[in-house]
Structures are given as C-alpha cells and as structure tokens.
C-alpha cells in the first residue's frame, strides 16, 4: 500500500511557474511508477506525465511536452512536477498517482492539488 499527499499547487499568471510535489508513505516507493495526471471543470481525468521506477524513463502528454518536467528522489519517497509557462489551459486538479509497473494500471492516487492559471 502507498499512500499520497499532493501539495505546491496554487494560483499562478500565465507564464509563470510552479512546482508539485507528491510525499508518497511506505517502503516500497522506489518500486513504484509514478505519474501525474489532471481533472479541469467539466472534463474527464487526463494523463500528464509519468516516471519509471528508477527515474530513468519519462512520458508527456503532447500538451505539456517541452513544459512540465517530473522527476522523483527515491531517498525522499517523493516526486515531482516542475510546471513552467503555464495557461489557463492548465488549469486543473492534480493527481499524484501510482503503479506497481510501467504498464500496469494506476491503483493509488492521492486527494489532488488545484493548480490555478489566471490569464
């Protein structure tokens, strides 16, 4: 079991920058895919990025590719979404989510952080 807590979203202008973090509780982190992904007003759950367990692979949606990095600190149990020149189109919950393998489906999902771009 991994349990998650999201936390740095905010308000922010277009351009701007924040950076997500997500504290994941449980020895078995490092083991873990991580991924992002967001929920804007009236849309379904889209996916944003994700990391293998190592770190040494990384996926983007096309939307935030050259935009967003994620990243992850094993020794932290932690993972990270650098958000950079951010839109209103960003705009949206942000799910810190988990997954046992890189193609496995992701069955642990933390409470969201908002993130809010103001144009």
């Known amino acids: 079991q991994v349990q998650l807590v999201e936390s740095g979203g905010g308000l922010v202008q277009a351009g701007g920058s924040l950076r997500l973090s997500c504290a994941a509780s449980?020895?078995?982190?490092?083991?873990?895919?991580m991924g992002w992904f967001r929920q804007a007003p009236g849309k379904e759950r889209e996916f944003v990025a994700a990391?293998?367990?190592?770190?040494?692979?990384?996926f983007y949606t096309d939307s935030v590719k050259g935009r967003f990095t994620i990243s992850r600190d094993n020794a932290k149990n932690t993972v990270y979404l650098q958000m950079n020149s951010l839109t209103p189109e960003d705009t949206a919950v942000y799910y810190c989510?988990?997954?046992?393998?890189?193609?496995?489906?992701?069955?642990?999902w933390g409470q969201g952080t908002q993130v809010t771009v103001s144009s």
């Open positions: 989510s988990g997954a046992v393998c890189i193609d496995c489906p992701y069955d642990y």
């Open positions: 449980g020895s078995t982190f490092s083991s873990y895919t």
């Open positions: 990391i293998g367990s190592s770190g040494g692979r990384t």
